[in-house]
């Protein structure tokens, strides 16, 4: 199970830290992602990290204002999210991977194998 926070209404150039922990299960067994969905449009990858968090990948709207990071300990993954605009808006999912290698992430959905419940971040112009 995933459950995401941290939403929340900002204005453009402000800063939101998500978080996502997950329960249950060994928590470095999974490669996670944030995916986010505006209103009106499909699902988008955001961001993505390994099981230990040596490799993290973003999409391009996002790279420099986004960090995606991970504590093994606190079964969290967190997306520090800086400079923020209104097209960030969006209900913010977090995802985890069962079984994926050391160093891979994915931005494909459809190897996700849990999702979090959304969280919404609206960024005022």
């Known amino acids: 199970q995933l459950q995401a926070s941290g939403g929340g209404l900002v204005q453009a150039g402000g800063s939101l830290r998500l978080s996502c922990t997950a329960s249950g299960r060994t928590f470095t067994n999974y490669a996670m992602g944030w995916f986010r969905q505006a209103p009106g449009k499909e699902r988008e990858f955001v961001a993505a990290i390994s099981r230990y968090g040596a490799s993290t990948y973003y999409t391009d709207s996002v790279k420099g204002r986004f960090t995606i990071s991970r504590d093994n300990a606190k079964n969290t993954v967190y997306l520090q999210m800086n400079s923020l605009k209104p097209e960030d808006t969006a209900v913010y999912y977090c995802?985890?991977?069962?079984?994926?290698?050391?160093?891979?992430?994915?931005?494909?959905?459809?190897?996700?194998?849990?999702w979090g419940q959304g969280t919404l971040v609206t960024v005022s112009s």
């Open positions: 995802s985890a991977n069962v079984g994926m290698a050391f160093y891979a992430t994915t931005l494909n959905p459809d190897e996700y194998d849990y």
